[in-house]
């Protein structure tokens, strides 16, 4: 029992790392309808922009700050520069899904050229460890899960209460009627680019310094568990996102403790599949039942 | 020099193997398969640790045989079949576009990061090396002729491979899956095994890939998980797309275009900063900027898909047009 | 008639329904062979789910369904094809990048040619089989003024000519049971009537075809008889001429939602 609670424990952690990436991929597939395999540079970015931050002043909130920034803002010019023009120019969804992979390429490459590939130490000192009822934590480990507890808490509510968000969930569910009822589509998907990419960008940089390490495809790695996440969710489901996150870190930490660590990307495409096999709306669907092809 | 252009030349037509394997299961199946650099690395591992024979710890792997090429590299096909239908099974029984692709990459992804850390597998991050030259136990070729041998190989068994393909994009299996392409619930409607085609097609793509690797294998000597998908995997896409899409001499020019012409093209760039991983990243931007290009201007590619014209063998007072055009068997 | 003729398609009891709404409730009725039969009735009332029903697109939930003696119901739709029973679209399905006659070539029954070796062993014999269908395809081709259209892209053809194609393909196929979906929808009347015609030919030749239409002067003309829907089941079979006047039937068309053709 001892040994679950402690996996218990890690998995609050990761998993509220993974909500944060899920629910910002959910929310740029929601509004724009193809999945982004560009959305790990965003965490890189993230990242790399807390690491640069780090030259002139050591402060969590500063760096988290810069690491959001750069987020949204890579964001939004993925979705001004290629998103937005190639949806107008009516080229298929599955032709611009292969875009983002290469627009993935030309940014961490872009990465490559100016960082080199080298690790680069990012640490964040994790103060000492911490019994907290039956779970281990450090100082770090509560101050990433308030940090993005609070964050996702501000997505949901964002998401419920404001006006924005209520624009964000009709444009989702079907822009030609939001439009038609007075919301200006574009803007709404603007504003969700930079929301999304923000709340990656803050996602990289706690990932970063959990991890301690960096590199330009250290972002893309955590595409496997983040797309699972959101796909278990139902794409498009920010709280599924969220819910379905939390249920996938706790899944793979409490895993790890039973298999061989390497097999923890396993769990996470095992879970992937069954999701996509049996429940391809996601953990949370309605209703179950789809027409047969 | 010419030592050089051999050296490029093989790469190739091994890469043009590759790609037309990947050009079977989206060129003309229509599947998005990002799986699919697995399963070229899956054969180049599985023909090394049943060549290498065993190396000195610390390297860890499984089998470590030391078998002639033409039999690892069966063995190697064997067990990218095996994987392939794996995933196969799971991925082409209903998922389809991009929940297929995403399936495909998480596997890829998940293989990935599953053999750099099992280590006992392949040797973990540091992967094999010491891949015997194929056939030279009993040539015995010096290493200035060795390469042209080696190319002359290759060179062959594209060739093998490149008629078979011809020969069955034009048959009744290549009809039909580009009939399941383009409209799977018609072909269904005239009795068509959708899922069944796929999968062939899918293992035979994947097939050509573990032959590519087993070659591929042979001209490295060594191999690491490093570089691993999707880059490589987006290569070969550029080079179908460039290419020409479904059409194997397309995508055998793609091949040599795009993967052989730029890759080396970028080396000679003059060197801007010390980094050593300038040239490599610059020819992925472009070929991610290319792939781009090609997307949104809907480019097909500079050779177009094969078809068959009907031509009306002559009948006496028929009164038909006998038009001019190849008839395809 | 004299003789009664086979029973090709037997459905009992077939039930079906979409998230909660029964689209289909406990349909039944019969089809004889050599028989042109229509299944008519206002929009909603389920017959294109009995023909999805019908051909293995949808699963039914409850009933049987038994064709040429055996029961095919939760069939995949390519074995039923196999079977024998081939249905068209509604709007034209044809395969757009390839040509005219790929498609009819595909249509023909592939009697095991699309393996992966099968080209490579015995390939005179593949060639003279492909023969033999490309000479069938034209002639059936040149019937629908198709012929010359032959090698463009089937994705080219004007809306009529998919039409007709889409009749092309399934004549080619042989089928020993046609079902159409509303092979009539948006085309002229000179079309129709070309298609009236070939399926007038079609069931002289001993084929069975149903036929989902709105058209009901299309439906008197080619049909032998008739099945009425309405609400998601059979309300009246039958000839034509018979269900005029038939009260159900009038006030299911009248009394019902929409009004059809």
């Known amino acids: 029992m001892q040994t679950v609670a402690l996996g218990v424990g890690f998995g609050l952690v990761t998993g509220a790392i993974l909500g944060l990436a899920a629910v910002g991929f959910t929310l740029q597939y929601a509004v724009s309808d193809i999945p982004n395999l560009a959305y790990g540079e965003l965490l890189t970015y993230g990242a790399y922009a807390g690491y640069l931050t780090t030259r002139w002043v050591h402060s969590f909130s500063a760096e988290a700050l810069a690491a959001a920034t750069a987020g949204g803002l890579v964001a939004w010019a993925m979705n001004a520069g290629m998103i937005e023009p190639f949806v107008r120019a009516r080229v298929r969804t599955i032709a611009i899904f292969i875009g983002t992979l290469a627009v993935s390429q030309i940014l961490q490459n872009l990465l490559l050229l100016v960082f080199g590939g080298a690790n680069v130490a990012y640490v964040l000192p994790p103060g000492a460890l911490h019994h907290v009822g039956p779970f281990l934590w450090t100082v770090r480990d509560g101050q990433v899960m308030a940090a993005a507890f609070v964050v996702m808490l501000l997505v949901f509510l964002m998401l419920q209460c404001t006006r924005f968000g209520k624009s964000l969930r009709a444009v989702s569910e079907n822009r030609a009627l939001a439009r038609a009822s007075g919301v200006d589509a574009h803007r709404v998907v603007q504003g969700t680019w930079f929301l999304a990419g923000a709340v990656a960008g803050f996602a990289g940089f706690v990932l970063a310094v959990t991890a301690g390490t960096l590199t330009p495809s250290f972002g893309f790695r955590f595409l496997l568990v983040t797309v699972t996440g959101a796909v278990a969710g139902g794409l498009g489901k920010p709280h599924g996102a969220m819910a379905a996150a939390l249920i996938l870190g706790l899944a793979m930490e409490v895993g790890a403790f039973y298999v061989d660590a390497a097999y923890k990307p396993l769990i996470a495409f095992g879970i992937l599949v069954l999701v996509l096999l049996f429940r391809p709306d996601g953990l949370f669907a309605s209703s179950v039942g789809r027409a047969v092809e | 020099m010419i030592q050089y252009l051999a050296s490029i030349a093989t790469q190739g037509c091994i890469f043009s193997i590759v790609a037309l394997g990947l050009n079977v299961i989206w060129g003309w199946a229509g599947d998005l398969d990002l799986a699919f650099y697995g399963y070229l690395a899956t054969g180049v591992y599985m023909a090394m640790v049943t060549s290498i024979g065993r190396l000195p710890p610390p390297t860890e792997y499984i089998l470590g045989w030391h078998l002639p090429f033409p039999a690892a590299a069966l063995i190697a096909i064997g067990s990218v079949i095996l994987l392939a239908s794996c995933v196969g099974a799971v991925a082409l029984r209903r998922l389809r576009a991009v929940y297929f692709a995403i399936t495909t990459l998480s596997a890829v992804l998940m293989l990935q990061t599953f053999v750099s850390d099992y280590t006992p597998l392949f040797n973990g991050y540091n992967g094999l090396y010491g891949m015997p030259q194929p056939f030279n136990d009993t040539l015995r070729l010096s290493p200035e002729v060795y390469p042209f041998f080696f190319l002359a190989f290759c060179a062959g068994i594209l060739g093998g491979v490149f008629v078979v393909l011809e020969r069955l994009s034009a048959s009744p299996f290549g009809r039909a899956l580009r009939a399941v392409r383009e409209d799977e619930q018609a072909a269904a409607a005239f009795g068509r095994n959708v899922y069944g085609l796929k999968f062939t097609a899918y293992a035979l793509g994947a097939a050509l890939a573990g032959l590519g690797g087993a070659l591929l294998a042979a001209s490295q000597g060594a191999f690491n998980p490093a570089g691993w998908p999707p880059d490589e995997t987006l290569d070969l896409y550029v080079a179908i797309f460039v290419g020409g899409m479904g059409n194997p001499r397309g995508v055998i020019l793609g091949v040599f275009l795009v993967i052989v012409l730029l890759q080396e093209a970028v080396r000679f760039l003059p060197i801007v900063t010390a980094n050593p991983s300038f040239p490599a990243a610059t020819g992925e931007i472009l070929i991610g900027l290319m792939v781009l290009v090609v997307i949104r201007y809907r480019i097909n590619g500079l050779l177009p898909d094969l078809h068959s014209t009907d031509t009306v063998p002559p009948r006496r007072g028929a009164g038909l047009r006998v038009e001019r055009g190849e008839a395809v068997g | ?261």
């Open chain 3, 1 to 261: 008639m004299a003789e009664r003729a086979r029973v090709l398609l037997e459905v009992r009891g077939l039930s079906k329904s979409f998230g909660g709404a029964q689209v289909v409730r406990d349909c039944t009725f019969d089809v004889a062979e050599g028989e042109v039969v229509g299944l008519i009735g206002p929009n909603g009332a389920g017959k294109s789910t009995i023909v999805d029903l019908l051909t293995g697109f949808a699963r039914p939930d409850a009933g049987v369904v038994r064709f040429a003696g055996g029961e095919i119901q939760g069939w995949p739709p390519h074995r039923i094809s196999r079977r024998g029973l081939v249905r068209t679209f509604q709007l034209p399905k044809e395969w757009p990048d390839l040509t005219v006659m790929e498609n009819m070539l595909i249509a023909a029954p592939d009697e095991g040619r699309e393996t992966l070796w099968r080209p490579f062993v015995a390939a005179r014999q593949l060639r003279r089989a492909e023969d033999a269908d490309r000479e069938r395809a034209r002639a059936i081709l040149e019937e629908f003024d198709l012929l010359t259209a032959r090698n463009a892209r089937a994705g080219a053809l004007s809306g009529g000519q998919k039409r007709l194609l889409e009749f092309a393909r399934i004549a080619m196929a042989r089928p020993r049971m046609m079902v159409l979906d509303e092979p009539t929808g948006g085309v002229n009347p000179i079309l129709g009537d070309r298609i009236g015609d070939a399926i007038v030919g079609v069931a002289a030749g001993g084929g069975t075809v149903m036929i989902v239409e709105h058209d009901l002067a299309f439906i008197e003309r080619v049909c032998h008889s008739v099945i009425v829907m309405a609400s998601g089941t059979v309300i009246a079979t039958g000839p034509f001429s018979a269900l005029r006047s038939h009260r159900a039937v009038l006030d299911a068309y009248i009394g019902g939602a929409a009004a059809s053709a």
